[in-house]
């Protein structure tokens, strides 16, 4: 038996995977031929596109698969100040340390 969906629970479904997929962006070589994967022919140009929830609109075009990589990848900012500053591991009596022996103790 098939149960049918209401009409508005799929709409809803359907904008929510809209609303999700937008701003997906993605390189495609130029050239002639059906899009291959994107290893192949590196050194051609790619075009970027945006996704808008309905099409992919262009928004711009690159030199070759590393400048493509570079606008679509970036590095994430290195942000030293979120970094915990802890104090440097040293000799100590913690609880997780190895014990001194006796001769170091007396010294």
């Given amino acids: ?6 009409l508005e629970d ?25 899009h291959r994967g994107s290893h192949v ?18 928004i711009g075009i690159v030199e070759n698969l590393a400048a493509a990589q570079a606008l679509l990848y970036p590095p994430p900012p290195q942000d030293k100040a979120a970094e915990w500053d802890r104090p440097a ?11 001194t022996s006796a001769e170091e103790r007396d010294q």
């Fill in 1 to 6: 038996m098939h149960d049918d969906e209401p």
């Fill in 10 to 34: 799929w709409a809803r479904r359907r904008a929510e995977r809209q609303a999700a997929s937008k701003g997906k962006q993605r390189a495609v070589p130029l050239g002639d031929g059906p």
């Fill in 41 to 58: 022919d590196p050194d051609a140009p790619r075009v970027t596109e945006e996704w808008t929830g309905t099409e992919w609109k262009v």
């Fill in 89 to 99: 591991i040293d000799r100590g009596r913690g609880r997780h340390r190895k014990p």
